[in-house]
């Protein structure tokens, strides 16, 4: 009889443990979600808003947001240059990258023979733990000359004189520009956007892709007709993460942008991106509103990563509602 | 007891050496960190400086947050006055313009204001243009573009090369003005003095300016330049020295004074100096500062000379001092 209540006693105590320990990590736990996830990019913002104010007050949204002139000495300052290269490189590696990226998720998931499989993809995954600087360096130093001399020069010879794209090809090619920018840019976000891409087409359900076999259908039709309209919200979540990447990529670009505060005329002409010039001039600003510019274009920066990731979140929900039905 | 003592030993040690901290200019980056070494040995006294910028230097200095900042380009006496601080120059720098013209070889080519503001206004577009033709007529410049290299980060480099050109090139002065960045006509930016270098070898015709010691440790071709009594100065120590000597340091202005196209036979134009800012309302963290600096000019010229850094002439370092003095702050 004492046995039995010793028994429920201990039981009693384990489960107020228990409990306690699970109390506990739902409190430590829940707090850092809360700072982590909401309380942290709350916080960021309203400190770069308030860094930023006395250049809000100075240049407004709209003015700054469509001013082009970047003159630290006369502080006079508009953000289109900045906002430009880094919407415009954003989408172009976005362009390059993305049938690339869609291919080796498709031959991954598809094509590839099964011993083969693993190999490939550690292999694309690798590719994106390289660190960026070394990107940046191997851009800089080999694919610059080899696109100045050889890749540029034969661009403009071949498209220079087709109307309308043939302007995309005009300047002196320095390799050093929007497009080996972009390039690079792709090549960083390849392996990351594979990645998300795979596993979206893993997703699919072995059944229904059987079944598509059993009425005939062809290797590529399945691909085409099942895999991919399956799986579209889930690729462009997976892209829109991606062009995450790409818009606040520093230090590559650094070395191959060009860093000039311009509008760039055609796709060989030099640029700069809003986190180049960030981490370019930040050190040097030596003039409140100087500092202050740059922190209102910081602030540029996060609403559009925001926005960016905001319409990601919404193609993922989409996608998590069609696998429930 | 052994135990205690040691402690003691220790503790008290701790409380002696001085612990001085330091922000600012990437320039002087090197040599401050050689100094705060054998000063360390020396005394036991602790430096501790980083290389975070001159803007930030200066920033950092009027925010109290470290006992000196250090800035390429000297805050005018109304600053100073406004933040309560003091200046002073400590080492001697200069930008030099060195370029990649095929087929030239060896050659040092002669560059005047003219030709150095023409370039970079994206004026002078060629090597062979006869304007730089009559300004070397030795060599026989090619018939290819120019490519104009600048920096694309913040630095004090900038600031002195386009103090330089506002002062010699009125039109410079005009439409871009100077600071440690500016608003480039032409021409595409690298990063630190190692991407200009890279634009302007891997470019077939580049122009870039870079930092002497820089260009020295590297060996790179540096121009002369014709200064403000016509001649063509080789940038080297002693033409420095000669532009530093020449200027007229003035303790009442916080010795703001620009090394840029001063007057001598032999004084190189694109010179500049780095400056050191204290706090005069907090004397005795001034104070930590100075025993630092005094000891640097007595003892850490030879330090520099090693690192291609120009010391300040003797006659300015008496002002140095004096000027201490006066403000209550030496050490």
Same mark, same amino acid.
Request: proline share 12%.
């Given at each position: 009889m004492e046995n039995v209540a010793e028994v429920q006693k201990s039981i009693k105590e384990i489960k107020t443990r228990g409990e306690f320990l699970e109390r506990f990590l739902k409190f430590s736990f829940g707090f850092w979600a809360l700072f982590a996830g909401l309380l942290f990019p709350i916080l960021a913002g309203v400190i770069l808003l308030y860094e930023a104010r006395l250049a809000i007050e100075k240049f407004g949204f709209i003015h700054f947001l469509t001013y082009t002139n970047w003159d630290p000495v006369a502080e006079d300052f508009g953000a289109l240059t900045m906002v430009f290269g880094t919407v415009v490189s954003t989408i172009l590696s976005m362009l390059i990258a993305a049938p690339v990226a869609i291919g080796i998720a498709i031959f991954i998931t598809e094509l590839a023979p099964n011993w083969f499989k693993p190999i490939v993809s550690t292999a694309v995954e690798l590719l994106a733990? =390289? $660190?960026?600087i070394i990107y940046g360096l191997w851009g800089f130093f080999i694919l610059t000359p080899i696109m100045a001399t050889k890749v540029e020069p034969w661009l403009q010879d071949k498209?220079?004189? %087709? $109307?309308? =794209?043939?302007?995309?090809?005009?300047?002196? $090619?320095?390799? %050093?520009d929007v497009l080996t920018t972009s390039l690079v840019l792709s090549i960083m976000i390849i392996p990351f956007m594979a990645s998300v891409v795979r596993d979206a087409f893993n997703m699919v359900p072995p059944i229904m892709k059987e079944s598509a076999y059993g009425l005939g259908a062809t290797k590529w039709e399945v691909i085409r007709q099942v895999v991919i309209p399956y799986t579209a919200s889930g690729i462009a979540g997976g892209l829109i993460l991606s062009a995450g990447r790409a818009l606040g990529e520093t230090m590559a670009v650094t070395f191959l942008a060009?860093?000039? $505060?311009q509008i760039p005329k055609s796709l060989l002409d030099s640029f700069t991106t809003i986190s180049v010039a960030l981490a370019n001039q930040f050190t040097e600003a030596d003039t409140d509103v100087y500092l202050s510019a740059l922190y209102y274009v910081g602030l540029l920066l996060y609403l559009v990563s925001f926005t960016m990731l905001g319409i990601a979140k919404f193609m993922v929900l989409r996608l998590e509602k069609r696998w429930k039905v | 007891m052994k135990k205690v003592l040691l402690a003691t030993a220790v503790f008290s040690g701790a409380v002696l050496a001085l612990e001085i901290t330091g922000a600012g200019s990437t320039f002087v980056y090197p040599i401050m960190s050689k100094w705060a070494y054998e000063y360390n040995k020396v005394t036991g006294n602790k430096v501790n400086y980083q290389s975070i910028g001159s803007g930030g230097g200066i920033r950092q200095a009027i925010n109290r947050t470290v006992d000196f900042g250090a800035t390429d380009g000297p805050l005018t006496p109304e600053e100073v006055e406004k933040n309560k601080l003091l200046q002073f120059p400590v080492v001697i720098g200069a930008d030099v313009i060195t370029y990649n013209v095929p087929g030239i070889g060896k050659t040092v080519l002669n560059m005047d204001q003219k030709a150095v503001c023409d370039i970079y206004m994206g004026k =002078?577009?060629?090597?062979?243009?006869p304007y730089l033709q009559q300004l070397n007529p030795n060599v026989k410049l090619p018939d290819r573009p120019i490519v104009v290299v600048h920096r694309s980060d913040g630095s004090g480099t900038t600031w002195i090369f386009t103090n330089w050109l506002s002062k010699v090139c009125p039109e410079w002065k005009e439409k871009v003005g100077y600071g440690t960045s500016v608003k480039w006509p032409v021409g595409v930016g690298g990063k630190g003095n190692e991407g200009v270098t890279n634009y302007v070898k891997r470019s077939q015709g580049g122009i870039g300016y870079v930092e002497y010691i820089y260009a020295k440790q590297n060996n790179l071709p540096a121009a002369r330049i014709k200064n403000r009594e016509g001649n063509f100065v080789e940038p080297s120590v002693r033409t420095m020295q000669e532009a530093a000597k020449n200027a007229k340091w003035d303790k009442s202005k916080h010795f703001y004074e620009v090394l840029t196209d001063q007057p001598g036979k032999d004084a190189y134009p694109i010179t500049g100096a780095t400056f050191i800012l204290l706090a005069k309302d907090q004397p005795e963290r001034a104070k930590k500062a100075t025993t630092f600096f005094k000891w640097a000019y007595e003892k850490g010229d030879k330090y520099a000379e090693e690192l291609n850094y120009i010391p300040m002439p003797a006659n300015v370092k008496k002002l140095i001092f004096e000027y201490w003095k006066e403000h209550g702050v030496a050490p």
């Open positions: 733990a =390289i $660190p960026s498209l220079g004189d %087709v $109307p309308l =794209i043939g302007k995309l090809f005009q300047g002196a $090619p320095t390799g %050093v060009g860093n000039n $505060p | =002078i577009r060629k090597w062979n243009d």
